[in-house]
Nanobody, 122 residues
Framework: QVQVAESGGGLVQAGGSLRLSCAASGRTRYDMAWFRRAPGKEREFVATINGSGGSTYSADSVKGRFTMSRDNAKNTVYLQMNSLKPEDTAVYYC?????????????????WGQGTQVTVSS
């Protein structure tokens, strides 16, 4: 069992920035991803990064604002969120071990964190 744990959520003003972290247990360098679920909406794909950190892929809704990266020594990935908007308010989930690259469907991911709340005020 691989444990995935997110942190870094909180309350931020529109236009501000926040960085989420996600640590995965073990030393396997899985592809990892961020998904989010906003109130009244289905869980949606945000971004993914491959095992080496050499490739990323992001949803159109966050391109140019959110950047995913990883520190392989810590087996930790990050989501740098800039220019935040109220519509970014959601519970953000980290996932590990997806399907064939680039995997953007939540049912293709094996391991999940508990989620961290991001609230963007207007």
């Amino acid at each position: 069992q691989v444990q995935v744990a997110e942190s870094g959520g909180g309350l931020v003003q529109a236009g501000g920035s926040l960085r989420l972290s996600c640590a995965a247990s073990g030393r396997t360098r899985y592809d990892m991803a961020w998904f989010r679920r906003a109130p009244g909406k289905e869980r949606e794909f945000v971004a993914t990064i491959n095992g080496s950190g050499g490739s990323t892929y992001s949803a159109d809704s966050v391109k140019g604002r959110f950047t995913m990266s990883r520190d392989n020594a810590k087996n930790t990935v990050y989501l740098q969120m800039n220019s935040l908007k109220p519509e970014d308010t959601a519970v953000y989930y980290c996932a590990a071990a997806g399907g064939r690259w680039p995997s953007s469907r939540d049912n293709e991911w094996r391991y999940w964190g508990q989620g961290t709340q991001v609230t963007v005020s207007s």
